[in-house]
């Protein structure tokens, strides 16, 4: 088969990869998958960096589905890990679990490559024209079968939606085809494209607005070698975290964070409310009552959001009180959520804790303060808690220390 051919560019995409437990299979979105190798179900760093290891030598070695299998196996086993699947036995819900893994990092690190094959400059010159080619699936999804032998410009803005993969288990491929292969299917020119027109949806975590395409999965209505090569993590920049124990020293030759913007004075509260009036803001600030909710990240992650957030706890797990306005940051609690929403950079690295070794997620942002100082609004967030720094006409130096491990998101 065509994805068990290794080649350097799907080794490439796997290996820029960052490891992110994960719940559930929608922990992360679109983008989020390009930068991070993530198995749902999957919260146990060692499981997921043997998972991942499989999964290279798969790539890397041009091994199969049954090679794969019998390291799927020996993880299982190992790990005693139980997992979401379909069957009735415990072999059918293996081999299913096992297959899902497999095509899904096999499908979209081949059609990743490919898509840097195809629109290098010279293959472009004399392949301008790509074609939709059909898996031959024999239960195919109807519009990826109307699809087949269409034939569009590799400039199509439509190929953004439905370069393949386009859902789970997409096996549709493309084909680049010269002027003279174009004239020899008997077309003048690119045929139209189809009808891709969007349709409103809900994240069903979030309940935000969600755009869906027709004929696409939900989550796949991305082009992942577009996204790889030209999305919001600059190419220079797409490197692994290393592994937790080795010293994490800020990247060399960093682009300078995107210019500040400049806050309103609506942005700042006043100074010595209650604890309990800067809780209230930053949770309406995300449309959340004191029950919280999930919240979707610009990098296309999932992090919950709530007043748990903000409680001091004893060794007994019992509420001391409220955090909101420790050393002095209530002022800028709306800035801190604004840094969540939307911030400049979002990065991971390795956190310490008292349980052991968490993945922390970094949220930082530049804003210029009404008075004219410019404040950099951090906020860092494990699955153990979170911490919010704020510091007033930081330098460059002290802004590079917070910039180290992998970065998943940039604003342009």
Known sequence: MADQIPFKEAIDFLSGKVNLPTRRHDDLKHAAHVRAFSVAGVTRDDMLADFRKAIEKARAAGTGLKEFRKDFDAIVDRMGWRYNSHG???????????RIIYTTNMRTSYMAGRYKQLTDPDVLKYRPYWKYVHSGALHPRKLHLSWNGLVL????PAWRIMFPPNGWGCGCDIEALSERQLKALGKDGPDQAPDLRPYEDADPRTG?????YPGIDRGWAYNVGEEWL????PPELHKPIEAYGNEIKPAADLPPLPEPVKARAGDLMATGLAPEAYVEAFLKAFQFDDEGGYFRD???GIITIGRAMFEQRNALGEVLGLKADKRGRGAYTLLLADAI????????DWAAVKSGVVLRRAYLKRVILPDG????????????GWTA??????????????RKGTLLYRRK
């Open 88 to 98: 009735k036995t415990e072999e059918e819900r293996r081999a299913w679990r096992a």
């Open 153 to 156: 410009a590799a400039t199509d």
């Open 208 to 212: 935000e607005p969600e755009t869906r």
């Open 230 to 233: 030209h999305g919001v993590v």
């Open 298 to 300: 610009r990098s296309g």
């Open 341 to 348: 929403k939307e911030p400049d950079e979002i990065w991971v």
């Open 373 to 384: 100082r410019s404040l950099l609004a951090r906020f860092e967030w494990t699955s153990r």
């Open 389 to 402: 720094v704020t510091g007033l006409d930081t330098t460059d130096a002290y802004l590079s220390q917070f």
